[in-house]
């Protein structure tokens, strides 16, 4: 390609939210972030039909010539798969947060730093360079910092200051293994900080261990999983809704996509070495997030602790290394962002007109709004994997796929699928069911979701329909990335055990 088309689609809109940080009118710069955004979702969907049609979209550019560093950018069908979820995402937030909260920042700058969250995480989505990656990987903490500090709760420093503290430690851990690739590229040949260079090199041994238990901590923080999950539920919980839905449904996939990516694509023999710890790791984030979101009070801690728990199923369909789980791990990136995305922007409208999230501060919605308390069920549907959705789809991947090489440890996740269950319909029964509380009376009588509100999650809830019954177009656009890795790390599929055969 002659045009740098993902150069481009990264700095749009950065360059936005730059521009929305000169002086002008309150509607004008709302006017220009959504206006930005919508371009980005236009150029994103330009690039998805030029990787349709077979183009060479990869950039290539030397940057650092002493370190081996380039400014190298392309996407397989996984990065295609985060970036698409990342611009088709954005503009649904700034419409949901049309008016932030009240008495803090104000909308331009709100705005602002949404659009330079959603360049940043785009390049992340689509460096080829380590260097280059690392770099929009600890970039991102600046707006998402900013976003939950300007915007947030009462508790919204401290929350955004855990936020900054794990994902800084994630990053300077990451950082001592960037470091230590240049030394063994250097050691093979030229220095190179190319992905494509790196991952032909031979990082075996405990060296090649150390170094990707460095990535692997970072993506750990990120994705995240027990025990260095705390900062989310407190992050979510003293966040806006739209910023929730950035960090979780969007932010939080450079986890799971880092492993896929640089573990597995760099380190294969200690991705392996790695593996009966991670699937193990993986059961105890699904039971442990499905516990915490059944204990919950209030609600965004609540989907923030799902969130944990489907993880977990990410985190497991990657390290059982069948192309089914592996396939239906990207998969469920994809969907958690949307289901995500529905979760918390339900719950901010409830909480906009109750003034609460407290779970205990709801009761009888349904009866009083009925739109809004059955948008909320179908969300919590999605969560916990109905049939019909996409999250089952994916779920089922990854339970299937996990089935054939570790039975027991899929046994034991299962319990999962049964506790999300419990946590969404308990929800909804406290929240939406039973009698009329004076405070819901109060409080939504004649006030059920807006018409913009409605439309917000039309093309959220579409996307988790359409592909839950035609899941074709996504799962042929990850399952050339899932075979690659497969190949790569050196794993074929467990061969099928016919009973009676001889």
């Known amino acids: 390609m002659t045009f740098p088309w993902l150069t481009f689609l990264g700095l749009l809109p950065i360059l936005g939210g730059l521009l929305l940080l000169l002086p002008m009118g309150k509607g004008a ?101 380590v260097v280059l990656f690392y770099l929009f990987f600890e970039a991102t903490l600046i707006p998402t910092y900013f976003l939950i500090v300007g915007f947030g709760g009462p508790r919204r420093r401290y929350a955004a200051v855990k936020f900054l503290l794990f994902s800084l430690a994630g990053g300077l851990i990451m950082l001592a293994s960037v470091v230590g690739l240049f030394a063994i590229s250097a050691s093979q040949g030229a220095p190179s900080y190319l992905v494509a260079d790196l991952a032909q090199l031979s990082i075996d041994g405990h060296v090649g261990r150390w170094l990707m238990v460095g990535f692997l901590i970072a ?71 499905a516990f915490g979101a059944i204990g919950s009070r209030n609600l965004m801690r609540l989907v923030a602790y799902t969130s944990v728990s489907h993880f977990g199923f990410m985190v497991l369909g990657i390290y059982a290394f ?70 089952f789809v994916s779920e089922f991947m990854v339970i299937t796929g996990t089935w054939s090489r570790y039975p027991v440890v899929t046994a034991v996740s299962m319990i999962g699928v049964v506790l999300a269950a419990v946590y969404v319909l308990r929800m909804y029964q406290r929240t939406m069911t039973g009698p009329v509380t004076d405070a819901t009376a109060t409080h939504f009588t004649g006030r059920d979701l807006t018409g913009l509100e409605r439309a917000i999650m039309v093309p959220i ?18 399952e050339p990335t899932a075979q690659a890795i497969l190949a790569h790390v050196g794993v074929t599929d467990p061969a099928p055990v016919v009973k009676g055969a001889k």
Request: contains cysteine; glycine residues 10%; proline residues 5%.
């Open 29 to 129: 710069a709302r006017l220009l972030g959504l206006g930005f955004a919508l371009a980005t979702l236009a150029v994103g969907l330009g690039v998805a039909g030029l990787y349709a049609a077979g183009a060479d979209l990869a950039v290539q550019v030397p940057w650092i010539r002493a370190f081996g560093a380039w400014w190298a950018l392309d996407v397989d069908g996984m990065g295609l798969a985060m970036v698409l979820m990342t611009v088709v995402l954005t503009p649904l937030v700034m419409l949901a947060e049309w008016q932030p909260p009240a008495g803090r920042w104000s909308a331009q700058v709100f705005f602002a730093l949404v659009l330079m969250l959603q360049g940043l995480s785009l390049f992340v989505f689509m460096a080829n360079d």
């Open 322 to 391: 069948t192309q089914a789980s592996l396939s239906g791990s990207i998969f469920y990136m994809l969907n958690h962002g949307f289901s995500t995305a529905a979760m918390f922007l339900v719950v901010g409208y409830l909480a906009k007109r109750r003034g609460s999230y407290d779970i205990e501060a709801f009761g009888g919605v349904q009866k009083v709004a009925p739109v809004a308390a059955g948008l909320l069920l179908v969300s919590g549907l999605s969560a916990l994997s109905l049939p019909g959705m996409s999250t």
């Open 461 to 478: 809830l579409g996307v988790l329909l359409f592909l839950g019954f035609v899941p074709a177009p996504a799962a042929q656009l990850v």
């Open 219 to 289: 993506f750990i923080i990120k994705a995240p999983m027990v025990p260095l999950h705390t900062w989310l539920p407190d992050a979510a919980e003293h966040s806006t809704p739209g910023t929730a839905t950035l960090l979780v449904g969007v932010l939080d996939k450079i986890g799971t996509f880092g492993m896929i990516k640089f573990c597995l694509g760099l380190f294969p023999e200690a991705s392996l070495w790695a593996t009966p710890f991670m699937v193990w790791f993986a059961v105890v984030s699904i039971l442990w997030g």
